[in-house]
Nanobody, 120 residues
Framework: QIQLMESGGGLVQPGGSRRLSCAVSGKSARAFNAYDVAWYRQAPGKQRDSVASITAGGTPNYAGSVKGRFTISRDNVGKTVDLQMNSLIPEDTAVYFC???????????WGQGTQVTVSV
């Protein structure tokens, strides 16, 4: 079992940048290098959508709407997964969630989310 905690949300102006971090802890966290991790976001009244993901082996993947603006990275020693967000636009406003699932299957774990608001 693992726990995920997101941080780094806040208010940012259009065109600005923000870095989100997902910290992993818990009994199974020592096996973090065997987890695929993803960032999702959910805007008010909309479904939760995948933004970016990174495999246990370090291969990233991005939604078309953020490709070229967002970068996902992981630190298996520090047990964190970061999402660097650049050139932010109002449409990026949402609650951002971190999720993780072992490559061997089982439960998908979720964090509580962190709010990102892009506005003047």
């Amino acid at each position: 079992q693992i726990q995920l905690m997101e941080s780094g949300g806040g208010l940012v102006q259009p065109g600005g940048s923000r870095r989100l971090s997902c910290a992993v802890s818990g009994k199974s966290a020592r096996a973090f290098n065997a987890y695929d991790v993803a960032w999702y976001r959910q805007a008010p009244g909309k479904q939760r959508d995948s933004v970016a993901s990174i495999t246990a082996g370090g291969t990233p993947n991005y939604a078309g709407s953020v490709k070229g603006r967002f970068t996902i990275s992981r630190d298996n020693v520090g047990k964190t997964v970061d999402l660097q967000m650049n050139s932010l636009i109002p449409e990026d406003t949402a609650v951002y969630f971190c999720s993780a699932r072992s490559i061997f299957g089982g439960t998908t774990y979720w964090g509580q989310g962190t709010q990102v608001t892009v506005s003047v």
